[in-house]
């Protein structure tokens, strides 16, 4: 979001999950927990500060919008509100768990009663991270709510949060908005690039294509590509490209690498499909296409997918990159 005007306001595809939180409040339901789940780049951070920041404001307008001008929009503002809390992975820790001690913390030391308004909101970023001990000190903590205490766990992956936690908590699922919308949310806000591309990249995700809208980020993602038709040319070796890659982290490689390879199985399926990830890249991915065995080429696709599914745990990405890039030399060469 651009300016203070508009963080006051949802975007408008997340208005009714928005009005369906603010008439529970009215009518004092809301509840002890909420499970904020769906796919990057969506709203879910920015619904649930918004929420956070609405519950903490002394004059909400009417539709629950916060001020912005009160003592405790302020503090919320320069990120200092004591009563909102974040939890999240620790940035200098080894791993990027959410250990038992941050909840430990969190309820010891932190206390769970509000100290300026009536709620205290805690929210927990990304919950799926919580390992099992931190799941479980959570799970005691949401099986006897204190009053006022609102925990907002946000996860792209809700699946990975054990069941007892996900059922005390109430799920507001956030999806995505249809290409119209999201691009007129996005006009005005992109700078760089263009709109209805960045969109596809971000798998049709607005807050994902404002992040994408970055020069240098495009130019990567170009080179890389190249590096990629070259593997699957037979003009260029996997292992040195797996090299170049060194700078991608398998989140953003991999999820480069699993777009060109579908867009390579659509238009191997159907040479005119229209809805390509990469609609740039067209040109350069129907050359591809005659090189590419449709099985092979899905089970391919499977295994980028389960890589990225799997992408959290300790895994080296050097010897990642170095093993798809082979395999899809191997695939698009036919040397296997
Ligand atoms: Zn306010």
Redesign the pocket.
Known sequence: MTNETSDLAPPPWLDAPWAALQRAREAGRLPHALLVAGPAGVGKRLLADLLARSLL????GPDGR?????Q??HLFRVGNHPDLVRVGPDPEGKSDEIKVGSIRDLIESEGLTPTRGAHKLISIDPADRMNPSAANALLKTLEEPAPGTLFCLITERAYLLPATVRSRCQRLALGLPDEAEALGWLAGRIKTGDPALLLRLAHGAPLRALDLADEALLARRDAAFAGFLAVGQGERDPVAEAQAWSDLGPRVSLDWLGGWVSDLLRLRTDGAAGYLSNPDKRGALVRLTGRLDLLAGHRYLQRILRARASQDSPLNPQLLHESLLIDWAHLANKVS
Do not use: H
């Open positions: 404001c002394q004059r909400p916060p001020c912005g001008g009160c405790d929009c």
